[in-house]
Each structure stands twice: as structure tokens, then as C-alpha cells.
């Protein structure tokens, strides 16, 4: 058996559900960085973290500014737009991370560094590959 319809967008009332949910979340997350408990209770950040936390942020508030548009405006084209926007401000605070690196895991026999940059490296390669893809829907879309 095989299927040849391209799978259906979730109904119009789920979606906008999940913008709802995913601005609260963000904004949730938001607060928790930069009010309370604060990024400062994290115990392995240094504070190097200062230095990217800007790009955090913005990577955060475009990600809530993206869902509002997408409860006005439900396009698919426009989706893929937005993606394409909250995925390269992602990208460049990774690429920023990973130039500050704001980590330290003392004296850990475990090379947790090494684990930090390898996901950080698969987080920028996917974030590339998925702004391509979004690029490509966007066109294809319009």
C-alpha cells in the first residue's frame, strides 16, 4: 500500500494551540534567564554568559514574535518564512556560544566539553540544513 497525497497540515485550531503554547514557553523561558531563578543559578555557566546572552534572547523573543504573527496569519509560506527567521538569529547565537563558550564543569572526569561542542557543532549544522529547507518551502510555497 502506498500513499500518494502529501501528508495534511494539522487542523487551524491545533496549530494556533501550539503558537499559543510555544509564546508561553518562550516567555516562560525568558523570564527564567533573565529574572528568576536567573542564569546565574546555573552552576556550570561562567560569567562569559553576559556575552551571549543577547543573542539568547533575541533568539527567544523573535521565536514569541514569530507565534503572535502566526495567530493572525496562518500561511504556510509565511510559516516557513518565519523559520527561516527564528533559525538563523538561533543560528548565530549558537555560533556565538561556541566562540564565548560560558561553560565550565571543573575538575569532571568526564569530558563534558568535548560533549558541548560536539551538540553545539550538530545544533549549527542543523540549523543550516534547516534554514535551506525552509528557504525551499517558502519558494515553493509562494
Do not use: C, H
Amino acid at each position: 500500500m502506498s500513499a500518494t497525497s502529501a501528508p495534511n497540515r494539522s487542523s487551524a485550531a491545533a496549530r494556533r494551540t501550539g503558537y499559543v503554547v510555544a509564546v508561553l514557553v518562550n516567555a516562560a523561558l525568558l523570564y527564567a534567564i533573565n529574572i528568576w531563578p536567573g542564569w546565574e543559578a546555573v552552576p556550570f555557566l561562567t560569567d562569559d554568559t553576559r556575552l551571549v546572552l543577547g543573542w539568547v534572547n533575541a533568539s527567544i523573543v523573535v521565536g514569541i514574535a514569530a507565534n503572535l504573527v502566526y495567530l493572525v496569519r496562518d500561511t504556510s509560506w509565511l510559516k516557513s518564512l518565519g523559520d527561516v527567521l527564528t533559525t538563523a538569529v538561533g543560528l548565530v547565537a549558537l555560533l556565538r556560544i561556541w566562540q564565548v563558550f560560558p561553560f565550565d564543569f571543573g575538575d569532571s572526569s568526564f569530558d563534558w566539553p568535548l560533549v558541548v561542542r560536539i551538540l553545539l557543532g550538530l545544533g549549527i549544522v542543523g540549523s543550516i540544513i534547516a534554514i535551506l529547507v525552509a528557504l525551499f518551502s517558502a519558494v515553493r510555497r509562494r
